[in-house]
């Protein structure tokens, strides 16, 4: 399996705090996008990074992405009761166009 | 924004019997969409790639005749489970792809969380 690796598995933080979860992967990608699932729901993307981008904000969010390390990181600033979720990173790869590979998630909680 | 829709949200039914899932993109066409499978508190796994006129691509380790899909318009896909056993039980998503100017972007459906029994 080509799935990424994302690190921690889950994370617990107070409201306020920020958030950081990592994502790592294996081949060389075009894109690499982070999706948000509440339990039991589909997904809602997030934000996607180009290859030759190395960092993108979107409101709360910022995301690197490191191509030497096949790494990405995503931060949630000022975390809020409402961002508990699943988070996945998922890549595609250069020549499958739009075939994308999950990673294997972080679990964030966030408590008041 | 698109929209995608999968129906039913929630099926049960017994051993033995076979189960269609829809996948319909709203307002835009797709020639391509995407099955994938996810088991509690794992990731999303990609089992196949419906595409719209032509047969569908079946990630190693999928069977082609257990999973059935269908895509027999540009805003229809169906995943058809036949003679579902209870280890089929899980949260069954496709996506859409949209092409644009920038690219393509994948849109999700709800997910249908099918249980055997």
């Known amino acids: 399996s080509q799935q990424g690796e994302e690190d921690p598995q889950a994370l617990s933080i107070q409201e306020g705090e920020n958030a950081t979860m990592n994502c790592s992967y294996k081949t060389s990608i075009n894109n690499l996008q982070w999706y948000r699932q509440n339990s039991g729901r589909g997904l809602v993307h997030l934000i996607l990074i180009r290859s030759n981008e190395r960092e993108k904000h979107s409101g709360r969010l910022r995301v690197t992405l490191d191509t030497s390390k096949k790494s990405s990181s995503l931060l949630i600033t000022a975390s809020r009761a409402a961002d508990t979720a699943s988070y996945f990173c998922a890549t595609d790869s250069t020549g499958t166009a739009s075939k994308l590979t999950f990673g294997t998630g972080t679990r964030l909680q966030v408590t008041l | 924004g698109a929209v995608v829709s999968q129906h039913p949200s929630r099926v049960i039914c017994k051993s033995g019997t076979s189960v269609k899932i829809e996948c319909r993109s709203l307002?835009?066409?797709?020639?391509?969409m995407f099955w994938y499978r996810q088991f509690p508190k794992q990731s999303l796994m990609l089992m196949a790639t419906s595409n719209e006129g032509s047969k569908a691509t079946y990630e190693q380790g999928v069977e082609k005749d257990k999973f059935l899909i269908n895509h027999a318009s540009l805003t229809l896909s169906t995943l058809t489970v036949t003679s579902a056993h209870p280890e089929d039980s899980s949260f069954y998503i496709c996506s859409a792809n949209r092409a644009g100017a920038l690219g393509d972007t994948q849109y999700f459906g709800p997910g249908t969380r099918l249980t055997v029994l």
């Open positions: 307002d835009f066409q797709a020639t391509t």
